[in-house]
């Protein structure tokens, strides 16, 4: 169970041992040490190289938990174990009624400022079974923080569980917690002394404002600041936030493609906002992705400086990265015969010219018809007409249902 304060920890109580600073990850090193990810094409290992991607598990297999039917489509709770860390709860999420092997997509999600909770925030979980939805330890099913964050869905995926909605459109839809979220986050229990200082501060602002926070809220305010102590350990181990995450992709890949009723020919990948991120990089790294979409995740790094820096995680500033040149090379790069980009023009969290200089730069760099971009009058969000634009695209591109288009809301 997480503290009930910060407090409570051996930090502010005087006790001598340091407790870890990756607790639950202690692995972590052995397996990371001289042990890196290398891809066949020359571009995906320069990526590797630079972001520290670690080898991937031989063989690593997976365990359904439980599978449900229920409104026209068949929810499967899979776990399996990546290498290192805690065991990865995962969905796969496909349409009842399927007679052949379907397109497979890997569902990212997004970063949201939430680690308590993972892929659940794409998946419409079945009735009866919600409670079960979070591997906590690697052997328990249920989470102990509790359901999803009031609000979370609903503020950024437009409340759709978008997930489950794309495979009633003929997809098999897999959605896994990532390296730091859900069932793969980091125990903080004790807390290590930076973290346990910045949460005592939080909850002294709680006390304050008479807020009384859920274990979800103590442990995503924990998790916030505990991200640069990931980063530094990362760094350490000849690795980066978003390589350790890509890890934990690429084991995904490979497990969808070797589902039964899967078709391995037929990948795609396709994420919001962190999840934006964590796609490109999976394009970059895979040759088996063919199609992606991008949402919300594209800029040039000139115009993140001097004011946006301080908008986003250690997702989006990967040391060594602007060697390679600008986050649209990652695209350019990849081995993906089409990407869609989606830019909101009034996202928060992305200046417009950047977005806008992104899509010239992919247009120059991208033969016609490889590429894509649309612009909404949107912020940062997943909206569902910007769900059903990136579903019809990836429909169009392998072959697998177009759902019905809403009424166009994207601008020149």
């Known amino acids: ?26 692995d972590w090193p052995d397996h990371a040490a001289n042990n890196p990810h290398v891809p066949d094409s020359p571009a995906a290992k320069l990526l590797a190289e630079t972001l520290g991607v670690p080898a991937l598990a031989p063989n690593p297999g997976y365990s359904v938990e439980w599978e449900v039917e229920d409104n026209n489509v068949v929810t499967s709770k899979l776990t399996w174990q990546t290498g290192f860390g805690p065991r990865t709860s995962a969905w796969l999420v496909k349409p009842a009624d399927a007679t052949g ?51 979370l869905r609903s503020r950024l995926y437009d409340g759709r569980p978008w997930a489950t909605w794309l495979a009633r459109h003929g997809f098999a839809v897999l959605a896994h917690d990532a390296f730091m979220w859900g069932s793969r986050r980091f125990t903080l229990d004790p807390l290590p002394y930076r973290t346990a200082h910045t949460l005592a501060g939080q909850e002294a602002l709680w006390r304050e404002a008479g807020v009384v926070p859920s274990d979800a809220e103590r442990y995503n305010a924990a998790a916030a600041a505990h991200e640069e102590t990931v980063a530094k350990a990362a760094t350490l181990l000849g690795s980066t936030v978003a390589g ?19 078709d391995a020919g037929r990948l795609g990948c396709v994420g919001f906002s962190g999840g934006g991120g964590r796609a490109m990089v999976l394009a970059g790294l895979s040759p088996k992705i063919r199609s992606c979409v991008v949402t919300c995740m594209m800029t040039t790094f000139e115009s993140l400086l001097p004011a946006y820096l301080d908008a986003h995680s250690w997702l989006l500033h990967s040391p060594g990265l602007s060697g390679l040149g600008e986050w649209p090379d990652v695209v350019a790069r990849s081995s993906a ?36 971009g649309s612009f909404w009058d949107e912020p940062h969000v997943f909206t569902t007409a910007m769900q059903e634009e990136a579903a019809a695209f990836l429909a169009a591109r392998l072959q697998a249902e177009p759902p019905t288009q809403a009424s166009a809301r994207t601008t020149p």
């Open 337 to 372: 015969e089409s990407v869609l980009v989606q830019y909101g023009l009034r996202d928060e969290l992305f200046p417009e010219a950047g977005m806008r200089d992104a899509d010239s730069h992919l247009r120059r760099a991208m033969a016609p018809g490889r590429y894509t």
């Open 1 to 26: 169970m997480f503290p009930k304060k910060a407090t409570d920890t051996a930090v502010l109580a005087g006790i001598q041992a340091r407790p870890s600073a990756i607790a639950g990850y202690e």
């Open 244 to 262: 350790t995450v890509a890890h934990d992709d690429l084991v995904a890949l490979d497990i969808l493609a070797s589902l039964p009723g899967v």
């Open 101 to 151: 092997p379907l397109p497979g997509i890997l569902a990212l999600h997004c970063h949201g400022g939430i680690k308590s909770h993972g892929a659940e925030r794409l998946v419409g979980m079945p009735p009866g079974v919600a409670e079960q939805s979070t591997h906590d330890d690697g052997t328990a099913s249920g989470n102990s923080l509790g359901p999803l964050p009031p609000g």
